[in-house]
């Protein structure tokens, strides 16, 4: 089973960029997708989560405004749009699985391979 999250890149600080998480491979029930990220030096913070079934959203204080979680209408792909980005947001995304609606990591025990957002001009 595999949560596949891709869609990162270098993008120029206030640019935008749309991670996804896909549950295609994932064969395991779960009950919500969360994204955390890990900047260099710094430990893991999470973002967001959505939960699978009807499409409520969580965010932490460092995504409010700027962060937006979505699913799509099969619930295989989970995306999270980034907007107005700044070079601190520059760090590894990750999606992870739980079975409860939660923003702590140590719930989400299956975990995708991150990937790489670099906010820099």
């Known amino acids: 089973f595999q949560l596949q999250a891709s869609g990162g890149g270098l993008v120029q600080p206030g640019g935008s960029l749309i991670l996804s998480c896909s549950t295609s491979?994932?064969?395991?029930?779960?009950?919500?997708i969360g994204w955390f990220r890990q900047a260099p030096t710094k430990g893991r913070e999470a973002v967001a989560y959505?939960?699978?079934?009807?499409?409520?959203?969580y965010y932490t204080d460092l995504a409010k405004d700027r962060f937006t979680v979505s699913r799509d209408a099969a619930g295989t792909t989970v995306y999270l749009q980034l907007a107005s980005l700044k070079p601190e947001d520059t760090a590894v995304y990750y999606c992870?699985?739980?079975?409860?609606?939660?923003?702590?990591?140590?719930?989400?025990?299956?975990w995708g391979q991150g990937t790489q957002v670099t906010v820099s001009s």
């Open positions: 992870a699985a739980s079975n409860i609606a939660s923003i702590n990591e140590d719930d989400y025990h299956y």
């Open positions: 959505i939960i699978k079934s009807v499409g409520r959203t």
């Open positions: 491979g994932f064969t395991l029930d779960y009950f919500a």
